[in-house]
């Protein structure tokens, strides 16, 4: 029996929301490894935000997605075979595999994960990339202390959601955006969250302004566009505007917009500081470790959005900017046979 | 002979550039002063960005200036009566008297000058606010550090002519904009910068690029705008951006220009951090020690335009938002006997 391994690679760089004919789905023999590889077959796929900016061409925080490369995505699967003394078969192992079901990677740029922790796509999500990059995020760019009034955009996403749990865990109010009541009542109700407000509601404005009880000390960015100018509109003094993502802007055909009220920055001596999971590598196991105990503790919980079926790739990316996902959006392509 | 003290009030909140039928010019008898207050005559006004600002409705970091009240401004004069021990006849005091040849205040919103240190008008200069906002935007702010480099607009002003001067004396490179080959002269030849670009120059673009050699490390921002832009794409990786000011957008009839390039701060770890002087009320005697020091050093050069006779206040105060002001622009209002 020949297993055939399935693909998603990028075909054409997408303008504006990537198109089917943007991608090429490929079929190919499974890969041989050689010394220190590790042949992995993946269960999950992860879908970031991130992958958008990775399709386009230019400089960037990392190389863009070249054209006919499998599509690169994080992955967490089961180990086949190793020629690395640091894996077994058997052995679970994160890593950055791309959209396909097998793929291959030298030892050390993998990760063992251990299944008895949590449900290994977790790996994927609060306890992986996502919760990494709320907790640097929220607590060393945002610098969040007790008392402070948190704001997070995207408040139900893989990031949002474990932005405002650690700021409760350290102090804070946490005030989160989502789109549509039923996030909003699974950010409040389920996460805990003091408050989430609908941006689709006619009373957005009003309903942040009595959210919020006074300003914002720090307001954690997915979104970008609009929101981030309201957010600029409504910070105290010294507030810290953590810029973590723009998720709408990353399809435009226009140029980005924007924060017209950056200004407010000099008004109220606050900062905006950017950043992105991987600057922190070199304290991933810091994150990890503490994201891994307050789970365990039950101080953090995760949704996970899982999509089936590496063939509905293309149209389970979109969703993450229709925001039609609940919680970390995750594809599982691992096939169970019929 | 009764003295008249002659003064500009705001007569209307301006619609973009003020114009003369948003002053009105009046003339009343000199204050009576009460105890612990002060009467000074005013030798000269401060011609700042920032009273475009205080013209405005709304809320900012200051009141703005109240309809039919004398116009905000910093002055420096000589103590005509003073009913306070700290101060007597005959010496010069700084305060925020307005754009008025006299006025009073309690003496604890006075400061007094030492004019055998500088020509008292560099009070309002160099060893003032303008001298103040640089040392603190560049130092705390912008945490400059031997072998950075420093771009800063509005090189050839106030503020920006200082910024400068401060960067080398802190071991860093100093890169300015200013507009026109006169200005950008000055601040290489007479200033020292490294390197200074000019704006209307068609080469802009390239000339910044080859006068960076590499990238920004710290932005020094007076003018907001395209400028903002421009600098937003080319910072260095934790780069600081100190929002100064944002004189291109003062008089804008249209909302404020964002920066759309601010999506660099998360490519570059970077960010992007508003002042404005007051803020560091608590340390202006440590910036104002440090600034007379590197002045008696030779270290720092100042230059004032001055603009001649409160009549003129008006055209005088447009030619900051114009550029036509070369060094920081004062008005002298103290007028010799014909």
């Given at each position: 029996m020949t297993i055939i391994n399935k693909q998603y690679r990028l075909a054409a760089r997408p303008h504006g929301i990537p198109k089917d004919s943007d991608w090429a789905f490929t079929t190919e023999a499974l890969p041989e490894i050689g010394t220190g590889e590790v042949l992995v077959r993946n269960h999950y796929c992860s879908l970031d935000p991130a992958m958008r900016g990775w399709m386009n061409e230019g400089r960037s925080y990392i190389p863009p997605v070249k054209i006919g490369d499998v599509m690169r995505a994080g992955t967490v699967g089961e180990v086949m075979a190793s020629n690395s003394p640091e894996f077994r078969a058997g052995d679970f192992a994160l890593g950055t595999l791309g959209i396909q079901q097998y793929g291959k990677a030298a030892a050390k740029d993998l990760?063992?994960?251990?299944?008895?922790?949590?449900?290994?796509?977790?790996?994927?999500?609060?306890?992986?990339?996502?919760?990494?990059?709320?907790?640097?995020?929220?607590?060393?760019?945002?610098?969040?202390?007790?008392?402070?009034?948190?704001?997070?955009?995207?408040?139900?996403?893989?990031?949002?959601?474990?932005?405002?749990?650690?700021?409760?865990?350290?102090?804070?109010?946490?005030?989160?955006?989502?789109?549509?009541?039923?996030?909003?009542?699974?950010?409040?109700?389920?996460?805990?969250?003091?408050?989430?407000v609908d941006y689709k509601s006619d009373r957005f404005l009003d309903d942040l302004k009595a959210a919020l009880q006074g300003g914002i000390d720090v307001y954690f960015d997915n979104v970008g566009g609009e929101i981030l100018d309201i957010a600029l509109?409504?910070?105290?003094?010294?507030?810290?505007?953590?810029?973590?993502?723009?998720?709408?802007?990353?399809?435009?055909?226009?140029?980005?917009?924007?924060?017209?009220?950056?200004?407010?920055?000099?008004?109220?001596?606050?900062?905006?500081?950017?950043?992105?999971?991987?600057?922190?590598?070199?304290?991933?196991?810091?994150?990890?470790?503490?994201?891994a105990a307050w789970y365990s503790e039950g101080k953090l919980t995760f949704r996970n959005?899982?999509?089936?079926?590496?063939?509905?790739?293309?149209?389970?990316?979109?969703?993450?900017?229709?925001?039609?996902?609940?919680?970390?959006?995750?594809?599982?392509?691992i096939e169970t046979p019929t």
């Amino acid at each position: 029996m020949t297993i055939i391994n399935k693909q998603y690679r990028l075909a054409a760089r997408p303008h504006g929301i990537p198109k089917d004919s943007d991608w090429a789905f490929t079929t190919e023999a499974l890969p041989e490894i050689g010394t220190g590889e590790v042949l992995v077959r993946n269960h999950y796929c992860s879908l970031d935000p991130a992958m958008r900016g990775w399709m386009n061409e230019g400089r960037s925080y990392i190389p863009p997605v070249k054209i006919g490369d499998v599509m690169r995505a994080g992955t967490v699967g089961e180990v086949m075979a190793s020629n690395s003394p640091e894996f077994r078969a058997g052995d679970f192992a994160l890593g950055t595999l791309g959209i396909q079901q097998y793929g291959k990677a030298a030892a050390k740029d993998l990760t063992k994960v251990d299944p008895s922790l949590a449900p290994i796509e977790h790996f994927l999500g609060g306890l992986g990339m996502p919760g990494l990059t709320a907790y640097f995020g929220l607590t060393d760019v945002g610098a969040v202390k007790s008392g402070d009034t948190v704001l997070v955009s995207g408040a139900a996403g893989a990031v949002g959601s474990i932005v405002g749990q650690i700021a409760k865990i350290k102090g804070a109010r946490a005030v989160g955006i989502a789109g549509g009541a039923d996030k909003c009542a699974y950010v409040t109700e389920e996460l805990g969250f003091e408050a989430c407000v609908d941006y689709k509601s006619d009373r957005f404005l009003d309903d942040l302004k009595a959210a919020l009880q006074g300003g914002i000390d720090v307001y954690f960015d997915n979104v970008g566009g609009e929101i981030l100018d309201i957010a600029l509109a409504r910070i105290r003094r010294h507030a810290r505007i953590v810029i973590c993502g723009a998720i709408s802007q990353y399809n435009n055909t226009t140029p980005m917009r924007g924060p017209q009220n950056y200004i407010n920055l000099l008004v109220h001596h606050a900062r905006m500081e950017g950043f992105v999971v991987f600057d922190y590598l070199s304290r991933y196991g810091e994150g990890t470790e503490k994201l891994a105990a307050w789970y365990s503790e039950g101080k953090l919980t995760f949704r996970n959005h899982i999509e089936d079926g590496i063939e509905n790739f293309p149209g389970a990316l979109l969703k993450l900017f229709s925001g039609e996902n609940n919680g970390k959006l995750l594809l599982k392509v691992i096939e169970t046979p019929t």
